[in-house]
RNA sequence: GGCCCGUUCGUCUAGGGGUUAGGACGCGUCCCUUUCACGGACGAAACACGGGUUCGAUUCCCGUACGGGCUACCA
């Protein structure tokens, strides 16, 4: 194992689709560990298979990285760094991977195929028909196929100068154990048998994942591959090609994250959900489909509230502590702290975590971030008063674009009134009484708070029974909200007279 | 099917050979509140099952069950 080698990480995304949350996490925490120890991170773009490109989702990616604050010192979109370039189809282009390719045949540990999709489909057949377990291009399998190992030299050199297409293929032993270390795992042994001569360079000339990050890994001297828990069972290819170039003891440290699932049922987490959280921190338009995903930015989420959460599902910092600033995260993090099993995801927690940080933030912070969504509702109102609103709308809200449904009665007169409170507690002989406290309201020379709060005092005094909640329904529309009476002396003396008599008209 | 990985309250988890198995979300009750929340207090709620090892297993080992992942010229 490697020792003294500074660290260095990279995420390694394909861009295939918006970047979803899992691997959002999994950028994160190798974000996290490079930060601890002055490490690097690095953003590289797996893009070998063209045929999955998806147009926007390498700028997707780059700009979601950018909102989280989970960014790359060296990468696409980031900057260049000493191994340019970051983006596998322009390393392709470089020669890159065809020097390691040589290298593994020359080494014998890979050889060329020359077999058709239908040969290959044909070998399946025979083989389920025998029922064999594991229909493979394995040790033993690739013996009856056309490739450079059942085939004689003369005959591969024939095909390779007609130009046969061909792929390269790893040569995995047929039966021998491979037993490698995972930060999270511990040690793992799988047995070669279960594994295939994995393709290592496709036919039309890329490198396959295997290959590709394998040797990116080499070239930008990773000292850490930190990927999901799906990966797991390809490993042991990956030390194969480590183990044939030579690099055993010098590769790097290997950490399979355990899933993020669904909340509802099993299974990992897909793009969509009926929870209705958003699966992608950016809304997401996914042009080759035409599908979109909203995503956590525009849902009203506050990023350090989604990376806490993101970081706290699979991994604890082993006390009772929940909210964690990212430099509490970057000091605390540890893989021997992530979880090995997967984890549901909560939507109600999520919540919980965004209203946290929402509590955190100042009224005057949260006026800014409010202001250009009233504005959306062409809602312009004085500063004083947008700050005051924040501060008496936001225990109700988990969310900024919250703000406005929850409040939208500082706003606007109400032209309904809640219907369960009017039917339990008012009747017609209530009437005079509300009309008395509006008129003693009007008479109020100061609008405060500490005046509003007397004249409610005095009709208590007087044994007079003034209903809270029917004062509120009445101004409000509503049967719950903000501090009634902190609302009544901001919406100011004209509007509240304005409103009761509107609402006492209205009642029956 | 085969292989790999996993399994502590409904969910996220702490813990670890002897504990009243701790916290958080959610849920319930109460307190605070002239209204609504926030907040506070309390409560219900878990070691998948079966064998070992051991004086003693939730903790270690082995099985079983269940869950997940992988099984492409996709990553």
Same mark, same amino acid.
């Given at each position: 194992?490697?020792?003294?080698?500074?660290?260095?990480?990279?995420?390694?995304?394909?861009?295939?689709?918006?970047?979803?949350?899992?691997?959002?996490?999994?950028?994160?925490?190798?974000?996290?560990?490079?930060?601890?120890?002055?490490?690097?991170?690095?953003?590289?773009?797996?893009?070998?298979?063209?045929?999955?490109?998806?147009?926007?989702?390498?700028?997707?990616?780059?700009?979601?990285?950018?909102?989280?604050?989970?960014?790359?010192?060296?990468?696409?979109?980031?900057?260049?760094?000493?191994?340019?370039?970051?983006?596998?189809?322009?390393?392709?282009?470089?020669?890159?991977?065809?020097?390691?390719?040589?290298?593994?045949?020359?080494?014998?540990?890979?050889?060329?195929?020359?077999?058709?999709?239908?040969?290959?489909?044909?070998?399946?057949?025979?083989?389920?028909?025998?029922?064999?377990?594991?229909?493979?291009?394995?040790?033993?399998?690739?013996?009856?196929?056309?490739?450079?190992?059942?085939?004689?030299?003369?005959?591969?050199?024939?095909?390779?100068?007609?130009?046969?297409?061909?792929?390269?293929?790893?040569?995995?032993?047929?039966?021998?154990?491979?037993?490698?270390?995972?930060?999270?795992?511990?040690?793992?042994?799988?047995?070669?048998?279960?594994?295939?001569?994995?393709?290592?360079?496709?036919?039309?000339?890329?490198?396959?994942?295997?290959?590709?990050?394998?040797?990116?890994?080499?070239?930008?001297?990773?000292?850490?591959?930190?990927?999901?828990?799906?990966?797991?069972?390809?490993?042991?290819?990956?030390?194969?090609?480590?183990?044939?170039?030579?690099?055993?003891?010098?590769?790097?440290?290997?950490?399979?994250?355990?899933?993020?699932?669904?909340?509802?049922?099993?299974?990992?987490?897909?793009?969509?959900?009926?929870?209705?959280?958003?699966?992608?921190?950016?809304?997401?338009?996914?042009?080759?489909?035409?599908?979109?995903?909203?995503?956590?930015?525009?849902?009203?989420?506050?990023?350090?509230?989604?990376?806490?959460?993101?970081?706290?599902?699979?991994?604890?910092?082993?006390?009772?502590?929940?909210?964690?600033?990212?430099? &509490? %995260?970057? *000091?605390?993090?540890?893989? !021997? #702290?992530?979880?090995?099993?997967?984890?549901? +995801?909560?939507? =109600?927690?999520? /919540?919980?975590?965004?209203?946290?940080?929402?509590?955190?933030?100042?009224?005057?912070?949260?006026? &800014? %971030?409010? *202001?250009?969504?009233?504005? !959306? #509702?062409?809602?312009?109102?004085?500063?004083? +008063?947008?700050? =005051?609103?924040? /501060?008496?709308?936001?225990?109700?809200?988990?969310?900024?674009?919250?703000?406005?449904?929850?409040?939208?009665?500082?706003?606007?007169?109400?032209?309904?009134?809640?219907?369960?409170?009017?039917?339990?507690?008012?009747?017609?002989?209530? /009437?005079?009484?509300?009309?008395?406290?509006?008129?003693?309201?009007?008479?109020?020379?100061?609008?405060?708070?500490?005046?509003?709060?007397?004249?409610?005092?005095?009709?208590?005094?007087?044994?007079?029974?003034?209903?809270?909640?029917?004062?509120?329904?009445?101004?409000?529309?509503?049967?719950?909200?903000?501090?009634?009476?902190?609302?009544?002396?901001?919406?100011?003396?004209?509007?509240?007279?304005?409103?009761?008599?509107?609402?006492?008209?209205?009642?029956?």
């Amino acid at each position: 194992m490697t020792i003294n080698k500074k660290i260095r990480l990279r995420f390694a995304p394909s861009p295939t689709g918006g970047l979803h949350m899992g691997g959002v996490r999994t950028a994160l925490f190798s974000y996290l560990y490079a930060k601890k120890h002055n490490g690097d991170f690095i953003l590289r773009i797996e893009d070998t298979d063209q045929t999955r490109y998806v147009p926007g989702a390498e700028e997707y990616i780059i700009e979601s990285l950018k909102w989280c604050g989970i960014e790359p010192n060296e990468g696409v979109g980031f900057g260049d760094g000493p191994h340019a370039p970051y983006r596998q189809s322009e390393r392709k282009d470089k020669g890159i991977y065809t020097k390691y390719v040589e290298q593994l045949i020359n080494c014998g540990g890979a050889y060329y195929a020359f077999d058709t999709e239908e040969e290959i489909e044909a070998m399946r057949k025979k083989l389920e028909a025998a029922k064999v377990v594991s229909p493979q291009y394995n040790a033993i399998t690739r013996e009856s196929m056309r490739n450079s190992l059942s085939l004689s030299q003369d005959e591969v050199q024939k095909l390779l100068n007609q130009k046969t297409p061909f792929v390269v293929r790893l040569k995995v032993p047929r039966n021998e154990d491979i037993r490698f270390h995972d930060l999270i795992r511990g040690w793992i042994t799988v047995s070669s048998k279960q594994i295939d001569d994995k393709v290592l360079l496709k036919s039309d000339g890329m490198p396959t994942y295997h290959l590709a990050h394998v040797v990116d890994d080499i070239e930008m001297e990773i000292s850490h591959v930190v990927r999901g828990e799906e990966w797991l069972p390809s490993a042991p290819a990956h030390i194969l090609i480590y183990k044939y170039l030579g690099l055993e003891n010098t590769m790097p440290y290997l950490a399979h994250l355990p899933l993020i699932l669904k909340p509802d049922g099993n299974g990992k987490l897909s793009k969509r959900d009926k929870s209705g959280l958003p699966m992608f921190p950016l809304n997401w338009h996914d042009v080759r489909t035409n599908e979109k995903y909203i995503g956590y930015k525009e849902t009203g989420y506050i990023k350090d509230a989604f990376i806490n959460m993101l970081a706290l599902l699979g991994w604890n910092p082993g006390n009772n502590q929940e909210i964690l600033s990212k430099q &509490e %995260l970057i *000091t605390q993090f540890s893989f !021997e #702290k992530v979880n090995k099993s997967g984890a549901k +995801f909560d939507p =109600e927690k999520t /919540k919980w975590f965004n209203q946290q940080y929402l509590k955190q933030y100042s009224d005057e912070q949260l006026a &800014e %971030l409010v *202001t250009p969504l009233l504005k !959306e #509702k062409s809602i312009n109102k004085p500063t004083e +008063f947008i700050i =005051e609103f924040c /501060k008496l709308i936001k225990e109700k809200a988990h969310f900024i674009n919250e703000f406005y449904d929850l409040g939208i009665y500082f706003f606007e007169a109400p032209t309904q009134y809640a219907e369960a409170v009017i039917l339990k507690k008012w009747n017609s002989d209530l /009437k005079p009484l509300y009309t008395e406290l509006t008129d003693k309201l009007n008479t109020l020379t100061q609008w405060n708070l500490q005046s509003i709060h007397d004249v409610f005092n005095d009709f208590t005094t007087q044994g007079k029974k003034i209903d809270m909640q029917l004062v509120r329904v009445l101004t409000t529309g509503l049967a719950g909200g903000a501090q009634l009476l902190d609302f009544l002396a901001l919406l100011g003396k004209d509007e509240i007279i304005k409103r009761l008599k509107a609402g006492i008209q209205a009642q029956k």
